[in-house]
């Protein structure tokens, strides 16, 4: 039997917010205060589920630059039309993730989907803001489509599946390449089910319930939009769920390097924050055509 991690701290969204027209997020990180605890992962916004009524106009973020680390997008209903300034374009479906590595800059739009939006509906998405380490940061840009029929389902017990989007889980292995090591599972559990959940020790860790009713290392947690930060002493962790629930877990190796951070910028130094915007106006981060 693995030692069991335990939960050191449990947090609600820290502010609620629009990310352009398009977006009503919940912020889990940073905005509460959590931060280098939850390293490599830098920022993570759940938006939605929010009801859209049928529109002409696409509603989302236009033109923005980013530089230092990744985005994923992770859509669970509605979807993402998406281009970027190194000239990759798609539409993020229900199940699909998209990794984007940022790195030494792109500029892109995230939109509603075009038949969504003329459509209407409830939309729901992930994004998670990942880092990258020091000498990655000013790689070239990089982008991962990853479709759902790419993300091998773990059965985890009755009534439980873990879907692997990047990491490991009982010899499945997810499809995301990554800088350093770490896992993004997207957990379904149904009301009644069990999950043990593998994980490794000396790791930050954060179980992420989006909806549903759990307990987690003997602590129950139940609505929406809640945060869990695990021990990093502990090889598992068991989940029960009492409703069906929908959960993230994240765990990876911390990137212990100083972090300077502003807005779609996340580097190591004030100087190279300053570089960044000056890049970004100078056109060298790219355009959209
Ligand atoms: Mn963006």
Redesign the pocket.
Known sequence: MNTQKSIVSVHEAGSRHWVGDGFPVRNLFPSNGVGTEISPFLMLDYAGPAAFEPSEKPRG?EE?P?RGFE?VTIAYQGSVDHRDSAGNSGTIEPGDVQW?T?ASGVV???MHGRAFTRQGGVFEMV?LWVNLPAKDKMSAPKYQSITKDRIPAVALGEGASARVIAGELNGARGPAATFTPLHVWDLSMSAGSKAELPLPAGCNTAVVLLRGAVTIAGKALDGEAKLALLSKQGEAVTVEASADSLLLVLSGEPINEPVASYG?FVMNTREEIQQAVRDYHAGKMGRLG
């Open positions: 973020v923005h980013h985005t984007m940022a892109h739009e995230e994004q779609p």
